[in-house]
């Protein structure tokens, strides 16, 4: 009913930059927060950033200064800019959607099948 479709990950090299496009389709009345989670190999998945349809958002201290959360409300998309890039940000990252489908009805978490980043030389 609701599809979430990462893009954008890949191979890149210490200090370089990558940009995470995530767009939601399907059966929506609306979209609320989107985000960013990752998940590192024997780690738990941890928010990156949100935002929210007004633009308000939330970034993990980790990040602050490099990474930067966007959105475009009339194509159901968000982006994460991630610069400086790091080793310690090898991870899957996942996108997290929080749509209403039905009038009346549940606002409910969709998820990306996740993109893999990774940062090496």
């Known amino acids: 009913q609701v599809q979430v479709v990462e893009s954008g990950g890949g191979l890149v090299q210490p200090g370089g930059s990558l940009r995470l496009t995530c767009a939601a389709s399907g059966s929506i009345v609306s979209v609320y927060t989107m985000g960013w989670y990752r998940q590192a190999p024997g780690k738990q998945r941890e928010l990156v950033a949100t935002?929210?349809?007004?633009?308000?958002?939330n970034t993990a201290d980790s990040v602050k200064g490099r990474f930067t959360i966007s959105r475009d409300n009339a194509k159901n998309t968000v982006y994460l800019q991630m610069n400086s890039l790091e080793r310690e940000n090898t991870a899957v990252y996942y996108c997290?959607?929080?749509?209403?489908?039905?009038?009346?009805?549940?606002?409910?978490?969709?998820w990306g099948q996740g993109t893999q980043v990774t940062v090496s030389s």
């Open positions: 997290n959607a929080k749509v209403r489908t039905g009038v009346p009805g549940p606002t409910q978490d969709y």
């Open positions: 935002i929210s349809s007004g633009g308000y958002t």
